[in-house]
């Protein structure tokens, strides 16, 4: 399975984007989906995840209420809705596709995403 994200960028506090994850090479509606990120000097940190059917989704606390996962399953992509925008959400992002619950199976090549002031 091949992952494609895209969409990050430079955005003001307050701000809002949207990532896209494009899969290929696979059965996309057979994985979990999630988004990671990994600021300069820090681990990589889970963000969120969508079940295989979009029916669950999981967030980490600092980003709830701000941020919405969400998938289609008919056109291979998972998004990453960020609004209200803050310094510390800067970050590469990456996009990962989990077959097993215990483990991420594949991983993208992250997006920039920078929060200025």
């Known amino acids: 399975v091949q992952l494609q994200a895209s969409g990050g960028g430079l955005v003001q506090a307050g701000g809002s984007l949207r990532l896209s994850c494009a899969a290929s090479?696979?059965?996309?509606?057979?994985?979990?989906m999630g988004w990671f990120r990994q600021a300069p000097g820090e681990e990589r940190e889970f963000v969120a995840r969508?079940?295989?059917?979009?029916?669950?989704?999981h967030y980490t606390d600092s980003v709830k209420g701000r941020f919405t996962i969400s998938r289609d399953n008919a056109k291979n992509t998972v998004s990453l809705q960020m609004n209200s925008l803050k310094l510390e959400d800067t970050a590469v992002y990456y996009c990962?596709?989990?077959?097993?619950?215990?483990?991420?199976?594949?991983w993208g090549q992250g997006t920039q995403v920078t929060v200025s002031s």
């Open positions: 090479g696979g059965t996309f509606s057979r994985f979990a």
């Open positions: 990962a596709a989990q077959r097993d619950p215990t483990q991420w199976d594949y």
């Open positions: 969508i079940t295989w059917s979009g029916t669950n989704t």
